[in-house]
């Protein structure tokens, strides 16, 4: 069973800083694409970044040149470099990874999601 599990979340000031992780555990094979997702209250969830197996990156517009995602893949850990942060950018963070599992089976999973808050 493939498990994601987040981490870094938190209160922080606006302009302040962040660092998100989310380590992939489980039989797995190969990870194709990592990222995170965020859900605001009353909002649909949305893309926040992405990072593929070959290094090319995707950003929402709102994050462009405040947050970073990286990944080790040796960890199968991904993580996101929050900088500069908004009163908008508060929300529920979720991991999501499209993987090779059990079976050569490819599958998509999400976290459980971590709590970013900022305060203005």
């Known amino acids: 069973q493939v498990q994601l599990v987040e981490s870094g979340g938190g209160l922080v000031q606006a302009g302040g800083s962040l660092r998100l992780s989310c380590a992939a555990s489980?039989?797995?094979?190969?990870?194709?694409?990592m990222g995170w997702y965020r859900q605001a209250p009353g909002e649909q969830r949305e893309l926040v970044a992405t990072?593929?197996?070959?290094?090319?990156?995707n950003y929402a517009d709102s994050v462009k040149g405040r947050f970073t995602i990286s990944r080790d893949n040796a960890k199968n850990t991904v993580y996101l470099q929050m900088n500069s942060l908004k009163p908008e950018d508060t929300a529920v963070y979720y991991c999501?990874?499209?993987?090779?599992?059990?079976?050569?089976?490819?599958?998509?999973?999400w976290g459980q999601g971590t709590q970013v808050t900022v305060s203005s």
């Open positions: 999501n990874a499209d993987l090779i599992s059990r079976g050569y089976v490819r599958g998509n999973y």
């Open positions: 489980g039989i797995i094979y190969s990870i194709n694409t």
């Open positions: 990072l593929n197996s070959i290094g090319r990156t």
